[in-house]
C-alpha cells in the first residue's frame, strides 16, 4: 500500500456496507436490491458523528440523492483530481476533504474518532488491509439483482463475533480479524493448559501444534483441552491418572 494512504496506527477502521449472497455491492449507480430502508437507518446510526471516507464517485452519489455530503459527519473523499479542506452544514458544521494523500490525518482529527470506510468498491479494496472490523448487511438473495461490483474476499482475514437481524430482508454481521480472535483463543487454551497440567500450551504441545485447526472448528477452549488431554493421555499430569 502507498505509505501516503496509511491511517495512524491508533486509527480504529471499519469497513461498512450491504452486499449480496455473492458479495455483490452495486449495479450502475445504484444497489441491486433498490434500497432496504432499516438497513439504510442502521449505516446513519453506526457511523454518525464518526468520520467516513469514500470515493469520488460515492460521494457524487451521495450529494445527487441527498443534495450534499452526509449529515453530521465528517467526511474524507479520496480523490486524485481535487484537494481542498473545507466544511459542510448549516448547524454543527463538519470537516469534508478533498485528497489523494491521508499523511496529514492526525492534523485533520483526532486518531481516536472512529473511521468508517463506505465504498466504493476500490475504496474497499484498497483500504480493507488497514480495517479491524467489518459492519456488513447481507441482504437476502430473494431481492438481490446483478451486479457489476463486487465487495473483496474477507472470507481468510475475517471472521464474525456477532450479528443483528435488521429485518426479514436483512441481517448485519459485525466482523474482526481472524488474528484477534486466534490470540485470544491461544491465550485462553494457554491458561488452562497451565491450570489444569501446570504448563503452557508450547511446553505442552513441541512441535505439534493442533490448535489452528481446533480454532477454525467449533470447539471452545476448553473443549479443545479436554479433547486433546484425552488424545495425547495427559491425564498424569493433573494427578487424575
Not at 437481524?165 to 466482523?175: H, I, P, V, W
Request: hydrophobic share 40%.
Amino acid at each position: 500500500m502507498k505509505e501516503k494512504l496509511r491511517l495512524p496506527d491508533k486509527v480504529h477502521v471499519t469497513a461498512v456496507a450491504a452486499i449480496g449472497p455473492n458479495r455483490e455491492l452495486g449495479m450502475g449507480d445504484g444497489l441491486p436490491w433498490g434500497r432496504v430502508k432499516e438497513d439504510m437507518k442502521f449505516f446513519r446510526d453506526l457511523t454518525m458523528c464518526g468520520v467516513v471516507l469514500m470515493g469520488r464517485v460515492t460521494f457524487d452519489g451521495i450529494v445527487k440523492a441527498i443534495g450534499g455530503p452526509l449529515p453530521g459527519r465528517d467526511c474524507v473523499v479520496l480523490s486524485t483530481t481535487q484537494h481542498s479542506c473545507g466544511e459542510h452544514g448549516t448547524t454543527n458544521k463538519r470537516r469534508l476533504v478533498f485528497t489523494d494523500d491521508l499523511s496529514d490525518w492526525a492534523s485533520w482529527f483526532d486518531t481516536s474518532r472512529p473511521v468508517f470506510v463506505v465504498g466504493g468498491a476500490a475504496i474497499y479494496n484498497l483500504m480493507l488491509p488497514q480495517c479491524a472490523e467489518l459492519a456488513l448487511t447481507h441482504i437476502s438473495a430473494d431481492i438481490c439483482g446483478p451486479a457489476d461490483c463486487f465487495f473483496p474476499d474477507y472470507s481468510v482475514e475475517f471472521m464474525p463475533f456477532s450479528e443483528k437481524t435488521l429485518s426479514d430482508k436483512a441481517t448485519c454481521k459485525f466482523y474482526t480479524r481472524t488474528s484477534v480472535v486466534y490470540r485470544q483463543f491461544h491465550e485462553a487454551v494457554d491458561k488452562l493448559c497451565r491450570s489444569k497440567f501446570g504448563m503452557g500450551w508450547q511446553e505442552l504441545c513441541g512441535d505439534q501444534d493442533p490448535l489452528l485447526a481446533a480454532f477454525h472448528s467449533i470447539l471452545t477452549p476448553e473443549e479443545f483441552v479436554a479433547d486433546w488431554g484425552e488424545k495425547y493421555d495427559l491425564a498424569f499430569l493433573d494427578g487424575s491418572g
